[in-house]
């Protein structure tokens, strides 16, 4: 093996971006669907691996009481189409009301409006005084519960 070929390899790696990658990256949470595939869930849509190269953005409106197929929502989804051809992303599905796009997951500006069209929450980050006052107050109401038992008050 020449060092180019070694180097594009390393190239060709760093091009292949998995949904857990991008998930890492943005600090979202990859779950499982129905058929076991890898997903990140959002409000109105999920985001998926649509190739070795590309990953997807499904834009479909939430289900409501009164509509349990998803709300009725067009004009959304013709501003969110317009929005992603100006970034650059790809129309793969398009519906009355819902579709799909793919978009190069390096691309900061086409995933972060993946994420926007999807409306997927990342995980919070806590500061370290906060995760701090969290154990904390576990330990505290550790103590709490242990110290009757200790006293005998309750088994005694």
Not at 37 to 66: C, N, W
Not at 90 to 101: A, F, K, P, V, Y
Not at 111 to 123: D, E, S
Not at 130 to 137: H, K
């Amino acid at each position: 093996m020449d060092n180019n070929q070694a180097s594009s390899d390393i190239d060709r790696e760093a091009d292949l971006m998995t949904l857990a990658i991008f998930a890492e990256k943005n600090r979202l949470k990859v779950m499982r669907d129905g058929r076991g595939d890898p997903v990140i869930l959002g409000k109105q849509g999920h985001l998926y691996e649509y190739s070795a190269t590309e990953l997807g953005v499904m834009f479909m409106p939430p289900r409501t009481q009164a509509e349990p197929w998803g709300r009725w929502c067009p004009k959304s989804w013709g501003n969110f189409k317009r929005a992603a051809a100006a970034a650059g992303m790809t129309l793969r599905q398009n519906g009355d009301s819902e579709g799909c796009l793919s978009f190069d997951p390096t691309n900061k500006e086409q995933a972060k409006l993946a994420i926007k069209i999807a409306q997927v929450r990342p995980k919070r980050q806590r500061t370290p005084e906060q995760v701090a006052r969290f154990v904390a107050g576990i330990q505290n109401a550790r103590f709490k519960a242990l110290d009757p038992l200790q006293k005998g008050v309750l088994g005694a």
